[in-house]
């Protein structure tokens, strides 16, 4: 049974309606509960992860952080079911539960999560929704470094940013 944020319409996620797209693609039914959790709370993770200071690594402003969101929120736009399923899940969350707070324990856990969720895509996924999704996930980070708007990310980020791509699977 799809859980019912999954089953939320694009129009209630704050995204018109297309034509043609389904609000969650029928192949989310084949994730347990765990691992559709594993999948939406990845790019948050990421989010926080990237956002957060570390050795080499300043403190984000703001504005890092509405960039990783914008990230996040552009996975409406995309021609992948899985990724639209996924930004509408995390949109209609609602539960109170927290985002890891960063540090580098907490990256060595998210590196194995993105393995995890990498790991649960060959198995279930089309081939296009999970590099789709691994793609998205990626460009979240890449946003919130700042890589992405031509400005080159600083050793550190770069560091991560290889580290993330290859536990993505991108690298």
Known sequence: MLAPEVLMSHSLA??????????????TAVYSAAEWDL???????????????????PARGVSAG???????????????DLVRAVVAAIYARHDGSTTPTGGL?????????CRAAVRLLRRRADPADAAAYRQWVESV???????????????????????????LGLR
Request: with cysteine; hydrophobic share 45%; aromatic share 0%.
């Open 14 to 27: 704050g995204e018109p309606p297309s034509a043609g797209r389904r609000a969650a693609p029928l192949t």
């Open 39 to 57: 999948l939406t709370t990845l790019p948050g993770r990421v989010l926080v992860a990237t956002a957060s200071p570390g050795p080499g690594r």
């Open 66 to 80: 509405l960039a990783g969101l914008d990230a996040v929120a552009a996975g409406r736009a995309s021609d992948s």
């Open 105 to 113: 324990a907490d990256l060595v856990d998210l590196l194995a999560a």
């Open 141 to 167: 980070a890449v946003r919130v470094c700042g890589a992405g708007g031509g400005v080159p990310a600083s050793p550190a980020d770069q560091r991560i940013l290889d580290r993330l791509g290859a536990a």
